[in-house]
């Protein structure tokens, strides 16, 4: 095998495909918008200060197992499984909800206030574990040709599971649980698709049982980024080469293939095939300029929502917090409903806080921390002006320092931050989406942005807003949907 494949973008679904296929015996080159590989999956470094900007933890371990399996490989990092999974705060209380997998610990702080936790608990993940094993290999693990071989799909998922699909999460969770407290703290998992529980449908519930029984979360030693280090340290064993700076703005094309892709130097870059790990829908129209994915278009489709996300240093520990930590506000209901589109809601934000030094003391100076900040905002199409995002900053620095009851702004000596203007301008996100196009029904499955061009025959696409959706346990399988796109191309099969 000597073909070439040129994969633009190094984003986990890029650099996945990559070695999928350069182990294959492919000859591989990345082409990188940016200075340093990864996409959202990447880091800062500034006076002795290591961040994560991205994802902070990750689910699905077996996805990263299989994927150097399939490519002759022993895993190159070092995993971690959290316990907690992560730890919740509520404003006006100094009760710490720690959320163990151990269903009997994590029932016994719910006493008082969900009665019958365990048993209501039990039941709705058997409920998600059902919901799990009966789609996540017909509809989430495959590729579809065409709508009707979807529909096919979906046809052999169990019918007991109809119901839920007229459902939101929040209307699945609140039919088990009554407390606020549980509603909110089983909900949270719907804001890792970029919505809300109020506008994601109740079938991502099976998220809580690959959340609390099947795998639970991972943290990765070395901090998130070592996973891009460790696959580009293994992509060198197969001569693979990387050009950074490098930005495709362009195309030359002849009788239904793609011959070259342009940059923005005018340099054209040729090969037999192209794995586009860019946003799938973006791309087509930036790039390819297609009308179904003109400006237009894509304003009416449905986007993730923005995220403002900032990484501060201080000059002193905080042991009494866990390395994931959520802050809720009293308005939870409130602010979930509207803060996909109302920026009023960003005055009393929930928002997520992981220390990254505190079971990796090499990203931080002795005696300091690390911390990352994320709290979800309006995209760019309801709030375009991030002229206030300092405010916006103080104002959750200034209630974290009042939760932990430890005033911290005295002692910060490092901060940069990522709003959504940010985010779109480094990553091309359109509107600043964090996680690309929503996981709405008329955007999953044979409805989302295909994995194999429309009019390219030898152009194929991996990522976020491609089959199957956000998450980097869905970039490597997405990664591996697009190898099997492009072997059925490379044997003559017909899509």
Known sequence: MNKHVI???????????????????????????????????????????????????????????????????????????????????????????????????????????????KKKFTAYLKKCEQLYNDTVDIVIKQNFNSIPAYFQALMQVNPKHVPVLFKSFWKQVSTYFDSKEARQIVSLIAFFLGRTPFDT?????????????????????????????????????????????????????????????????????????????????????????????????????????????????????LPHLEHHNYFLGNNYEEYAQDVMKNPGTLEKPYYYVNILSKHNPGCAPEGHEALFFVCPVPNLKYKPDWSDKQEIIRSILDDFSERIHEDISENIVCQMEYTPEDWERAFNLYLGSGLGLSHTMGQIGAFRPKNYDEKFRNVFYVGASTIPGAGLPMAVISSKLAAERIHDFMAGIPE
């Not at 892709?261 to 930036?286: C, E, M, P, Y």
């Open 201 to 317: 449908n109740a079938i991502y519930t099976l998220l809580s049982h690959i959340e609390f029984t099947h795998t639970g979360y991972y943290n990765v030693k070395g901090g998130m980024y070592t996973i891009v280090t460790s696959l580009i340290d293994a992509l060198s064993k197969f001569d693979v080469s990387f050009h950074y700076e490098t930005e495709i703005v362009g195309y030359q094309s002849h009788k239904g293939e793609l011959v070259s892709l342009t940059d923005q130097h005018g340099k054209d870059w040729k090969s037999d095939i192209f794995v586009i790990n860019a946003d799938a829908a973006f791309f087509r129209g930036s790039v390819f300029r297609r009308k179904k994915f003109s400006p237009g278009r894509l304003n009416k489709m449905s986007w993730t929502m923005g995220y403002l996300t900032f990484y501060v240093g201080i000059n002193k520990k």
């Open 7 to 117: 994969i633009v973008g190094t984003g986990l679904g890029g650099l996945s495909a990559g070695l999928r296929l350069a182990s294959r015996g492919y000859r591989v080159t990345f082409v990188e918008k940016n200075r340093q590989p990864g996409g959202r999956l990447n880091q800062l470094k500034k006076d002795g200060f290591t961040f994560d900007i991205g994802p902070s933890f990750f689910s699905m371990p077996y996805e990263f197992v299989e994927l150097v399996n399939d490519c002759g490989l022993k895993m190159p990092f070092e995993f971690v499984e959290l316990d907690p999974l992560y730890t919740v705060h509520f404003r006006g209380s100094n009760k710490k909800f720690s959320l163990y997998k151990d269903i009997g610990k994590l029932s016994r702080q719910f006493e008082g206030i969900e009665p019958d936790f």
